[in-house]
């Protein structure tokens, strides 16, 4: 049932306390905007070689506050506290389909050991889901 205020609607629209199916299709667009030419990249690769587990963890750690942070004051505003389990949902989605995107495309270019050296494949993933789930977010709020 439409509320006949036209003020509720917006804001009620503004919400976005459920992820929809456009919503999804959404973040996979917006993921796979940048997932694409960093999963390609040979620097990820070797990143995803070099890097120590602790800064991987820092990057996914920063990644997930600038997420949820953006989600939660853009789409929440003055409403934080009522939707802040809806919003981490969002957050959660927009990281696992990220990191889905890009773990794709890594398999896609042969980069993706995930039965030899699981370590180095979910590091590659880790890194790729940067740029991704930043383009993901932002297209994700999008109206």
Not at 8 to 13: C, D, K, N, Q, V
């Amino acid at each position: 049932m439409k509320s006949k205020n036209p003020i509720l609607e917006y804001t009620a629209g503004k919400l976005k306390p459920r992820l929809t199916v456009a919503d999804t299709l959404k973040i996979l667009v917006g993921a796979s905007m940048l997932a694409i030419p960093t999963a390609l990249t040979e620097e990820v690769w070797n990143l995803g070689k070099e890097l120590s587990w602790g800064n991987i963890t820092v990057m996914l750690v920063v990644e997930y506050v600038i997420i949820a942070a953006f989600i939660i004051l853009e789409s929440y505003k003055d409403h934080q506290t009522v939707y802040l389990r809806e919003g981490t949902k969002r957050v959660v989605a927009i990281l696992l389909l990220s990191g889905g995107i890009v773990g794709l495309f890594l398999a896609l270019a042969g980069q993706m050991p995930l039965l030899t050296d699981t370590s180095v494949a979910f590091k590659r993933v880790i890194i790729g889901m940067l740029p991704a789930s930043m383009s993901a977010t932002v297209l994700d709020s999008l109206e």
